[in-house]
């Protein structure tokens, strides 16, 4: 079964600053998709940023980017120049790209916190 | 931007009593799912529904559960018997098809607040 680890419960950064939230995986597959997901208090899941196993690049998305580390499992998201509006909860989420086990798993979830 | 809606935003039912939980998918996807969080826990998956049938259920997903696509634009989940244990945000997704069976990223709607008391 895959999982997800995200094992920093919260976060702080400093409005106009860069941070880097940590997530590694578990799984015995090759081709999947990795998510970045963020929750702010309304409670809403917005999709942040898309990562495709097979692809080596990095995925970016404006402010946000990733740093994939396939044989390391690992899947990281940066987010520079910080805004207030970033403050939010961020869930990690691994998908098989194909087949009827389509279900997107989450990690447990971390608090980001921005100082103005 | 099409988006996915849920109605109603906040439920609070009493135990033993059935609710439904409505959801109207984005217009041209195919595949639609329904997730919970209970509070301060993570996003946990119920159900996935493709073609009038469910494609994969864990084991949250009793025969407390049902799932049901009455139209062509409505996608439900209904509880038959509420536990205080319901008590959670219920998410709502879907997402596209595209050639070769491959799945788009999920969307979600805004999530339906359920209170059980």
């Known amino acids: 079964a895959q999982t997800v680890t995200q094992s920093q419960p919260e976060m702080s950064v400093q409005e106009a600053e860069t941070v880097t939230l940590s997530c590694t995986y578990d799984t015995s597959e090759s081709d999947y998709y990795l998510f970045w997901y963020k929750q702010p208090p309304s409670r809403q899941m917005i999709l942040v940023i898309r990562q495709e196993a097979y692809k080596q690049q990095n995925a970016t998305e404006n402010r946000f980017s990733v740093n994939f580390q396939k044989a390391a499992k690992s899947f990281s998201l940066k987010i520079s120049d910080s805004q207030l509006g970033d403050a939010a909860m961020y869930f990690c989420a691994y998908r098989l790209k194909t087949g009827a086990n389509s279900k997107l798993t989450f990690g447990k979830g971390i608090t980001l916190s921005v100082r103005p | 931007e099409p988006e996915v809606t849920q109605t109603p935003s906040h439920q609070v039912t009493q135990m033993g009593q059935e609710v439904i939980l409505r959801c109207v998918p984005i217009?041209?996807?195919?595949?639609f799912y329904w997730y919970r969080q209970i509070l301060g826990q993570k996003v946990e998956f119920l159900v996935s529904?493709?073609?009038?049938?469910?494609?994969?259920k864990s084991e949250i997903f009793d025969d407390q559960f049902s799932v049901e696509r009455p139209d062509g634009s409505n996608f439900t989940l209904k509880i038959r018997s509420t536990k205080l244990e319901d008590s959670a945000m219920y998410f709502c997704a879907s997402s596209a098809y595209r050639q070769g069976g491959y799945q788009e990223t999920q969307y979600f709607g805004p999530g339906t607040r359920l209170l059980v008391l």
């Open positions: 529904f493709y073609n009038n049938e469910i494609s994969e």
């Open positions: 217009s041209n996807h195919l595949y």
